[in-house]
């Protein structure tokens, strides 16, 4: 394929290859042209960091009594390289709340820099003489705080209310 003839078709192409809708051959035949190309290698490079951006989850902060509630703003995981462990860090962390609760209702998944945040998000609290929660993990986060033990750290309520009226008065 001639990837400089037609600038439009490159573009697709690049779309096609993040969104892995290529065929192996197509894949292959690309990602060798990619290597050698600076001029294809820059623009995947700016389509990669665009793709991230637009699919960058926030985390919405709201207040119930006296309690700080986090909640992520759409689908969300908690993973090395996603976003929305960025995000929640840089929430949890500006705050010096002693009640907050994270909602996990949107996030699909856990790895271990996600565990890892969880625990640092927890240690925060619990320096500035506080608590922290956790509300609706879905079943695969609550498998894997299982698995790890971190269930008998961290709290985990499926009903906002209970999880509210769990914090000390």
Do not use: W
């Not at 820059?42 to 985390?59: I, N, P, Q, Y």
């Not at 919405?60 to 908690?78: H, K, M, N, T, Y």
């Amino acid at each position: 394929m001639q990837y400089h003839q037609d600038p439009l078709q490159r573009e697709q192409l690049i779309r096609n290859y993040l969104l892995k809708r290529l065929d192996a051959g197509a894949q292959e035949a690309f990602e060798s042209h990619y290597l050698v190309c600076q001029e294809c290698f820059e623009e995947l490079g700016a389509s990669e960091l665009l793709v991230s951006g637009l699919a960058e989850t926030g985390v919405d902060q709201r207040r119930l009594e006296d309690v700080l509630v986090l909640q992520f703003s759409g689908p969300a995981q908690l993973t090395r390289d996603s976003l929305g462990l960025k995000s929640l860090l840089q929430g949890m962390l500006a705050q010096k709340d002693t009640k907050v609760l994270i909602d996990l209702g949107r996030v699909s998944r856990i790895d271990s820099a996600g565990l890892g945040l969880l625990l640092r998000c927890y240690s925060h609290a619990v320096h500035h003489q506080g608590m922290l929660k956790l509300l609706n993990p879905n079943a695969e986060v609550e498998r894997l705080l299982r698995l790890t033990r971190l269930d008998e750290v961290l709290e985990t309520y499926h009903d906002e209310q209970q999880a509210l009226e769990s914090f000390p008065k």
